[in-house]
């Protein structure tokens, strides 16, 4: 499918972290409290810390019918997580410090409750209570040396994968930096997957964190850097998106829970191949506008026809099926000084554009190019 390929290319990545295991299906929220209560009990048994970190998304302050399921003791953390803005280094800065201030240093372990921005924000704190410095440290590859403390993830709405892969996205205000800590230490220890938390997300939010996976695996599969595992993980993802997306109602009970498997397969693909075009458009969209990453890439799928033709007539009739609205115009009419920011922060990510269209992609996006396609979105 999608535009021939150069030679397929080797993704150098040798060897394979996945999450230690996982507790599956509708109601599955009822196991969190034996995997929390274990680990209180094998911390009290070496005179460890007992309390537990809870990292909450904000959705659920007001919703005490679900934090009454979580196993929380008086003594615990509880980290409310502002979702207006996705992580910056300096917000997770700050939460360790918050964390630490009440005399927390290892906990026995670390609850993410909520989507993306919920899961990756756990995941930062859990490198960080056991490695010295700040976040800004350990955004790249492999430079997190200590390993995190022990951490379970209970995403709520499903698409990014987060649950499933070795980094947590963040953004360093101060150099515009937007990377993760790339780390085997990064992933969770155990997920619960309970897609009964996924019935409370409105619908284009829904949509654009679900397309998430789907956008993620045709880029992959379009790629030249390719790894057997990581295609078969992305077949399964893409399927059960067009059932989802293509189906009656993309928010029934079995579309949610086959959204669920999508966002975990998807995120298990990326970790051993790449990104295409769309991500690094999408990656401009967010530095440079502060839109966020998900509904990012919906907008930039309107640039997108020449280079996945198929996924984009899927995608855009997935949008018609389901009666969402993707934002339109956000590019239109900027400075020139927004369209030069745009195209440093699109043509900057070498690895997924090499990846989709060879190493001499700057051929291809010149400069005019590249603000002609986001006056398309
Ligand atoms: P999100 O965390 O941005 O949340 C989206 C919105 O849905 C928020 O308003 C949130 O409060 C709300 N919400 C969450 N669960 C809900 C529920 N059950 N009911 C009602 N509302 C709910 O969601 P996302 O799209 O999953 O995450 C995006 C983030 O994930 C970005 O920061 C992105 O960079 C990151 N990301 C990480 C990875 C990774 O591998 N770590 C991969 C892709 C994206
Ligand atoms: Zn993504």
Redesign the pocket.
Known sequence: MNKPVAATLDTGIKLVRNVGSFNFGRGAIADLAGHVESRRVSAKSTGADERVIFVI????KGRSDILARLPRRHDDVVLI?D??N??TTAGIDSLVAEVRAVGVSVPATIVGF???????TA?AIANLLTNPGSAADYQGWDLVKNPAVHKIGV????????E??????MTNKATGL?L?MNSDF?VFNHLVLDPD??????RD?YF??GM?AYI?CIEALAGSYRNAVGDAYSHETINLCQKVFLGDDMMSDQSREDLMVASYLG?SA?ATSYVGVVHPFSAGL?VVLGI???VANCITMRAMEEFYPEAFTEFWTAVDRQGVVVPEGVARSLTDEQYKSLYDSTVVHSKPLTNALGEDYKNTLTFDKVVELFKMM
Do not use: N, Y
């Open positions: 998304d904000q959705f659920f997580v979702t207006t996705e992580p909520g989507g993306g921005i919920t899961l990756d995941k995403p709520t709405i499903s698409g990014t994968g987060a499933a892969t070795r980094t947590c996205v937007k993760g990064t938390l996924t019935a409370t997300v409105p939010q654009f964190t998430d993620h995120g990326i967010s966020h990453h998900c």
